[in-house]
């Protein structure tokens, strides 16, 4: 077979990785910070059990979890870090406390050296871990558990609705009485406590914590480790070595694609193409995706906007009905649902394409799969919204409401029914092909990746569901991570240079032999650092140290790739020059070449800028990846979504020709949209909150004293040039593809080479 080794490498890469993430996944259950049977004093006093904790998990993903501030660095901006936020409040009360009942003055008040030496007193207390694994109980002092009342009262309160509080949920954008039943409010305090209690207590026989020192905080001596700092240094060299080591293979390859102008076609093969029922059937399927995109951006506008103004909308009360928790939740999950709608869509539209051949009943199926879609995403956000009303009970919540996991929030019940829908999807678009596959053409094995990438995405969708209502958070995330880093950096990567690859195959534009060499190469390289790569979100998510040499090294070498991905883009544009047909597919094409633009930068650059776990660090929880999220996810994914709809919107509306202006205008507007909301607001803010997070700790970076400066305010603002861009971009790209089907968007004329042709 012509690329036998090439194949052997993809799985030998995909086995290896998999059994040693599938290893780390046993070495976590056995080091993960375990959840005691009781919190007691040493007097017997017992403050929270085993229950409690596990129902405050419960509650906690109930209000929005990961939604509504962050537990070990997962999850939202504007609210504080949980336990970077309990830990400095723990460690002030005991601090005072010593210093009262030695020296009878406020802590603050004391000079230097009795400072250090209540530091070193209270590192002792906070860091010795005293679970005792043979009653399975947590002990503490009844000093420490007097440090606790007291923060549980805090919290009580704000989580309530004590008036003195009223300004502190304001910048936190926390709505009054989001927990209103007091045994539910117990329990989240269990919940916050332990997972705090992970964050500063030594593993037994060392002096690093469960969470590997996060979150950073001098008055306990939580500091980056050695490990942190080599791993760092060794991430850096492996990045330099694969750059030079791909440098090296390109060179010695031979680039003949393009300037051999005699194999490009002299018509568009793909005019001939005329549409099947099941492929017009999947127009409502961008349609969607252009409505839950509008959507999507209005609701991130809201979610900014609380960051200024925590209990409304310019004035309007909005928090009562939508809270910063819910738009957050929609805003992230529906840039899942367009993006996915958009890739779903273009899968069905291309299968019976390839194959020249429209399955039975297809156009029904299609049909079937967009109701199912359109109750998941409606279903699921009605059951968020009701979740964080606190109407639910703890197990329904579960199952219909909010599971509180970003990206992966919504209720199980619906997650069965996305995998479902995932499926059906695949089963769809291998009817539609198999004939294709089954012809042994010279693309069969271009066809066999593209099949194995879309196999991988509902495939991968399966470890959301591997954690139950009390899965251990450690293991939880664990999951989570599958789902989230392996589709979008590995498989959703693959996809989307396959299905590109692909697309220009079948243009003519690249020879199919070039392009399966080099597309299975690149999934090669792509996978061999992506799948471990998984790590580098749970470096300190209470797993042990090998999870963080492994993250750092391999997400090192997720970068390498990205380097020479300018040498694709520029390829790219040539390609829109070669014929004057091309034009046609000029913007789709400039779409994916947007693609490898915000690919280098979003997810190459600003991904590896917080990559390093001495980086991460500090940044984890930041709006260093926020700046990341945005440039990655919708540099990447979103401008592939919109390259790929405009594509198969050609192909829906040939022969006629487009009118342009609006097109050229959105694309220019969302890419330098994007890029404002980042350099003017994003980057900065991030940057300061590095700096505060480096100079006093995690807990000030995020804490509301910090956020709620007037510098930090301004840089807010200047958010809004980018997005006002950014939405305009929308808008009109939605008006111009409204108009596609009104007849505004079309000149009336038809492309010169229309005529048929037989040869495809
Ligand atoms: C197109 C590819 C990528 C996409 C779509 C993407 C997307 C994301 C998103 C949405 C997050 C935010 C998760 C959260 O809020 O907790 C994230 C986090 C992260 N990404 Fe990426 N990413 C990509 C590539 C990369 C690459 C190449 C690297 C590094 C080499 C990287 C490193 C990280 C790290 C370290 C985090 C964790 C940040 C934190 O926990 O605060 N990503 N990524
Ligand atoms: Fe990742």
Redesign the pocket.
Known sequence: MRYSRLWTGLGLVILISFAILGYYGGRIYQTMPPVPKKVVTTTGKVLFTEKDIKEGQNVWQSIGG?ELG?IW????YVAPDWNADWLHREAVWMLNRYAADQFKKPYQQLDDEKKAMLQARLKKEIRTNTYQPETGNLVISPLRAEAVSHISRHYSSLFGSDPKLDDLREKYAIPEGTVKNPGRMKSLNAFLFWSTWACATNRPGSDITYTNNWPHEPLIGNHPTGEMVLWSVVSFVLLLAGVGALAWYYATQQHDEIGSEDHFPEKDPLLALSPTPSMKATLKYFWVVGILWVIQVALGAVTAHYQIEGSGFYGIPIAEWIPYSITRTWH?QLAIFWIATAWIATGLFVAPAVSGREPKHQRLLVNILFVCLVIIVIGSMAGQWYAVQERFGLKSNFWFGHQGY??TDLGRFWQLFLTIGLFLWLFLMLRAIWPALKKKQNDRHLLILFMIASTAIPLFYIPALMWGQHTHLAIAEYWRWWV??LW??GF??VFATVVIAFLFTRMGLLRTATATASVLFSTIVFLF??II?TF??L?FSGTPIGVLAL?ATF?????VP?VLIGFEAYQNLTLTRVRPWVQAYRWPIYYFIAVAF??LT???L???F??PPI??YY????N???V???T??F???GMLGIGLMLFCLRGLTQPSIWKTKALSFSFWTINIGLALMVLLSLLPIGLMQTWASVEHGTWYARSAQFMSQGIIHTFVWLRTIGDTLFAIGALVLGWFVLGLKTGWSLTGKRLPYAEKTKDV
């Not at 940044?619 to 930041?622: E, R, T």
């Open positions: 990961q962050t660095g997962h999850g939202a992230t970003e990206y989230v880093h979008v950096e959703f990567e650092g992506r790569g580098h979100h470096y993250g997400s090192a070498l997720e970068v990205l915000w690919n979003g997810a190459g600003f991904g590896f917080i990559n980086a991460l940044m984890q929880g930041l260093t990846t926020s990341h999220g945005h990655a996810l540099g990447v994914y």
